[in-house]
């Protein structure tokens, strides 16, 4: 079973930075394609970036210029670096991406098309 499990999260001040990793384990071998996702309070999940299998990046115009998604393949772990936190940045993240026979292959600009997620780590922004 796909178990992809984000850390990371916590209490920033306005215009601070930090760092969420993605850790894929279980039956994983293989991290190609990977994205983040988050959840502000009453509001739907939200696409924040993406990876590819071949490196390209892609984020929501929301975060562009101020995060950056990144892959460990030795690591099995994507990471979101998060600069410039704004208030509006306060959400729960989380990662997911289409997963079969062992591999993440996609990720998708649509959340709904994912049936199941990890617990998410909390981003707060606040001073």
């Known amino acids: 079973q796909v178990q992809l499990v984000e850390s990371g999260g916590g209490l920033v001040q306005p215009g601070g930075s930090l760092r969420l990793s993605c850790a894929a384990s279980?039956?994983?071998?293989?991290?190609?394609?990977m994205g983040w996702y988050r959840q502000a309070p009453g509001m739907q999940r939200e696409w924040v970036a993406g990876i590819t299998g071949g490196g390209i990046t892609n984020y929501a115009d929301s975060v562009k210029g101020r995060f950056t998604i990144s892959r460990d393949n030795a690591k099995m772990t994507v990471y979101l670096q998060m600069n410039s936190l704004k208030p509006e940045d306060t959400a729960v993240y989380y990662c997911?991406?289409?997963?079969?026979?062992?591999?993440?292959?996609?990720?998708?600009?649509?959340?709904?098309?994912?049936?199941?997620w990890g617990q998410g780590t909390q981003v707060t922004v606040s001073s």
């Open positions: 279980g039956s994983i071998s293989t991290i190609y394609g």
């Open positions: 997911n991406a289409n997963c079969q026979e062992r591999k993440c292959y996609t990720y998708s600009t649509d959340p709904r098309q994912f049936g199941s």
